[in-house]
């Protein structure tokens, strides 16, 4: 199915322990984004990515790593997890980073 | 520093009684402005994309204007399956990093 998709939907992991989010979009965008959203908060951009191979920092990037080998997927590590990495975790694409961006259904993460 | 205020933080409304909601912004160069609409447990749907002052934009009930402070998303004669949360972001001409502010929940009661 096309679209842009996001596994796991929902993970408890404990503090300390490296987890993975994954994030697979079909349309072959070139920009893809790591956002989380928090009450009050909204959404914060985590990292971005112009292209394969092409990172940047967001807003919020402390305690995450993200790599972009192949332009369809975008996976965000959280290196050791922490409680206040408890949120739910959006991963969206757009064709050229200034049109709209179409987003995934998102991961609630729970560190407990 | 760009940043994004929205309010009113949460709206309730009866079927049919229009109303509008807000969206200040501060910018170092306007790129563009977006307005999102997120169902509880999904990811924001696009809407609008609006680039300068006085442009506007319609969707079925839902009108989105422009001005160079502030937009606003019109609502007129809202139904219960208008009821969601309606995000707004503006993406600046100093970066890909668009800027998203809080939401306004929206609750239409039948």
């Known amino acids: 199915d096309a679209g842009i998709t996001q596994s796991p939907r929902y993970k408890i992991t404990e503090t300390g322990r490296q987890v993975t989010l994954m994030c697979h979009q079909t349309w072959s965008h070139s920009y893809m984004f790591w956002y989380r959203q928090d009450l009050g908060h909204g959404l914060r951009l985590i990292y971005y990515?112009?292209?394969?191979?092409?990172?940047d920092k967001g807003e919020v990037p402390d305690g995450y790593v993200v790599s972009r080998s192949k332009t369809e997927n975008f996976p965000l590590t959280l290196e050791s997890a922490t409680r206040s990495q408890t949120s739910v975790y959006f991963c969206?694409?757009?064709?050229?980073?200034?049109?709209?961006?179409?987003f995934g259904q998102g991961t609630r993460l729970t560190v407990v | 520093e760009d940043q994004v205020t929205q309010s009113p933080e949460a709206l309730r409304l009866q079927e049919g009684e229009s109303s509008s909601l807000n969206c200040s912004y501060t910018v170092s160069g306007l790129r563009g402005l977006f307005w999102y609409r997120q169902d509880p447990g999904k990811g924001p749907e696009f809407l609008f994309t609006l680039y300068s002052a006085g442009e506007e934009k319609e969707k079925e009930r839902l009108k989105a204007t422009l001005t160079k402070k502030e937009s606003f998303l019109h609502i007129t004669a809202p139904k219960p399956e208008d009821s969601a949360t309606y995000l707004c972001?503006?993406?600046?001409?100093?970066?890909?990093?668009?800027?998203f502010g809080a939401g306004t929940r929206l609750f239409v009661k039948a």
């Open positions: 969206a694409s757009s064709i050229d980073g200034t049109t709209e961006a179409f």
């Open positions: 972001a503006v993406e600046g001409t100093g970066g890909f990093k668009t800027i």
């Open positions: 990515s112009a292209a394969a191979d092409i990172t």
